[in-house]
């Protein structure tokens, strides 16, 4: 077992492999699962566990691959500028023997966002490192500073500096926010606003991160996540992504879940822990990330997000919230019996 692990009780392991067999798949070690079919971030993942590299060695490789990549725009450099057209990274990763995470926010400057989320376990007593101070940290752990912003995310910041800075993420404010730009005050009268579809972008080319689980041979578990957060955010904005137990969890002992999407709205559930503790009670793991969705879309019906969900015998599922424009929701799943990473599609709930 990995360094910290927890023994098994004698009859939790019979129990998760009759939950799995009940749900038709037969459970398949080692396992990699990755939200939306970013393959190459499969196939690094996958193939460090191959070459005999530890759980956490492939989330770091597989999420390190789409920072290289720069995923659909989502994660990684020169991306989703925020409203000052800063790219600002965000990525987390944890140990699922020892429960130990390891995270940043609002990275400046450094593109290799997973890369130093692991150094916070390996090399600090904390948890989560954000803003400036996360920058410095990395520079001292021998990541070198870069500019995060490209041509690309720099058009991408003029044209919406162009249609008035719309959409963005303010509400109750002076100058109208929904007509003009900043700089805002808060007006003399609050008022609740609702945020419109449109505002939500509800967008499949919108992923918002890379969350990915790597369960390894002996029931290691480990999981990562990384992301250049939501476009034209207010600057300082921290979503899902690097809060264990929203953007990610994991314990070894029961299975593992990462989530995707509105992570403003969808940290507010803490869905991965939730979908965790489901499937400790032997739910199947495809059951345990309906409920999760489910359960936020009693509150906000018509929220952006997907939940994949593994239990530790490597049984897996995953759900989505069906809006307008996202219907079916895209990952990649590796193990010995899909013989190589494999897309699979799931409907919506």
């Not at 939200?35 to 597989?62: N, Q, Y």
């Not at 020169?78 to 600002?88: I, K, V």
């Not at 990763?93 to 995470?101: A, H, P």
């Not at 869905?271 to 990330?289: F, H, K, L, W």
Request: proline fraction near 5%; charge should be negative; hydrophobic fraction near 35%.
């Amino acid at each position: 077992m990995g360094r910290g692990s927890r023994p098994r009780g004698p009859f939790l392991l019979p129990l998760l492999l009759l939950a799995a067999v009940a749900s038709g798949e037969a459970p398949s070690l080692p396992l990699v699962l990755n939200t939306w079919p970013f393959r190459k971030a499969a196939e690094a993942a996958w193939s460090t566990l191959l070459a005999g590299g530890s759980e956490l060695d492939a989330v770091e490789k597989g999420c390190g691959q789409c920072e290289v990549e720069q995923c659909d725009g989502s994660v990684g450099y020169g991306g989703h500028p925020d409203e000052h057209g800063e790219t600002t990274l965000d990525a987390m990763i944890m140990d699922g023997n020892t429960m130990e995470v390891g995270a940043v926010a609002d990275l400046r400057r450094v593109k290799n966002a997973i890369g130093v989320a692991r150094k916070v376990i390996e090399h600090t007593q904390h948890t989560l490192l954000v803003g400036e101070s996360a920058s410095l940290f990395a520079e001292s752990m021998g990541f070198p500073s870069e500019d995060l912003t490209t041509q690309s995310s720099l058009s991408v910041y003029l044209q919406w500096l162009n249609r008035n800075c719309q959409p963005n993420f303010w509400k109750s404010v002076t100058p109208d926010a929904s007509k003009s730009c900043g700089p805002y005050k808060q007006a003399a009268k609050f008022t609740k606003e609702e945020q419109s579809v449109s505002k939500k972008r509800i967008d499949v080319h919108n992923h918002d991160t890379i969350g990915m689980i790597v369960i390894g041979q002996n029931g290691s578990i480990a999981v990562g996540t990384s992301t250049n957060g939501a476009d034209h955010k207010i600057q300082g904005r921290v979503g899902d992504s690097p809060i264990a137990g929203a953007g990610a969890y994991a314990d070894s002992t029961a299975g593992a879940a990462a989530a995707t999407g509105d992570g403003d709205l969808m940290m507010r559930f803490l869905p991965s822990y939730q979908a965790v503790e489901y499937m400790r009670t032997g739910m199947d793991p495809t059951i345990a990330c309906q409920k999760v969705i489910s359960r936020i879309q009693k509150y906000e019906p018509y929220f952006f997000g997907a939940v994949i969900c593994a239990n530790a015998s490597g049984s897996y599922g995953a759900a989505c919230n069906k809006v307008s424009g996202f219907t079916q929701f895209h990952f990649m799943a590796s193990n010995p019996t899909l013989k190589q990473p494999s897309e699979q599609i799931i409907d919506c709930i």
